[in-house]
């Protein structure tokens, strides 16, 4: 077991990153997390997109702002053509247009470039598990954003894996899930949904449970970052 959790063999990354010098620094930083092997370092989304291909790295550490083929991009490419490399986003932007483009490009973690070591050693650890990570900025990015203007569910999603079925559209139910889908993305407790909806706690609880369930979300960061990436949550 490694120090942040990944059984068996190391992690491989590609550092993605058009500054020089912020590049070498990370592939430097990351070569001091036991249980991280860096496979390639690439200057822009092009490069790692080919890296990626390559080597087929568990987990990219991706820039969003490079030349040519920016990070949204290159993450949209990645996840579309290597399903089996996860992206973490590390970048110094978090305003609502870069968070939700990159998380809906198929990005799994973001991470502003002031994370710290263990914090890009503990994202890049659970991205390779299949698990998101949202540093807590984003998270109250993305919170802003959906009490500044809630969005309009988009077409239901599909169901995670031995589900019934996804969260229900609007009026589907009497109580739909999409409804406290969408107050979780705004950040409200589950005492505040029972109040919002005239529910009890009880009731609110066992439809968060099974929106977690359904949406693969273990926890309400990733319940979040579901409702932004299927457009169930939108700052306009």
């Known amino acids: 077991m490694t120090e942040f959790g990944m059984p068996g063999e190391p992690v491989t990354v590609v550092v993605a990153d058009d500054q020089s010098a912020v590049r070498e620094g990370l592939v430097l930083l990351l070569g001091t997390l036991p249980g991280i092997v860096v496979a390639g370092q690439a200057a822009d989304g092009h490069a790692a997109v080919g890296l990626v291909a390559e080597t087929r790295p568990q987990v990219v550490l991706m820039?969003?702002?490079m030349p040519g083929c920016d990070g949204v991009t290159a993450t949209s490419r990645i996840t579309a053509e290597y399903p089996g490399t996860r992206v973490v986003v590390l970048?110094?932007?978090?305003?609502?247009?870069?968070?939700?483009?990159?998380?809906?490009?198929?990005?799994?973690?973001y991470l502003t470039k002031d994370a710290t070591r263990a914090e890009i050693g503990r994202a890049i650890a659970a991205a390779a598990a299949g698990q998101a990570v949202l540093d807590p900025s984003v998270q109250q990015t993305l919170l802003n954003a959906a009490v500044r203007a809630p969005g309009q569910a988009g077409p239901a999603p599909a169901a995670a894996a031995g589900q019934p079925g996804g969260p229900t559209a609007a009026g589907a139910s009497p109580l739909p899930e999409v409804d406290v889908l969408r107050l979780i993305a705004q950040g409200?407790?589950?005492?505040?949904?029972?109040?919002?909806?005239?529910v009890s706690e009880a009731t609110v609880k066992t439809h968060v449970n099974r929106i977690f369930a359904k949406t693969g979300s273990r926890d309400r960061a990733q319940a979040i970052r579901y409702a932004y990436t299927h457009r169930y949550a939108d700052p306009g």
Request: charged letters at 25%; a negative charge.
């Open 91 to 109: 970048t110094t932007y978090a305003d609502d247009e870069s968070i939700i483009g990159a998380l809906r490009a198929g990005a799994l973690g």
């Open 188 to 198: 409200q407790s589950n005492r505040e949904i029972a109040r919002t909806l005239f």
């Open 63 to 65: 820039d969003l702002n």
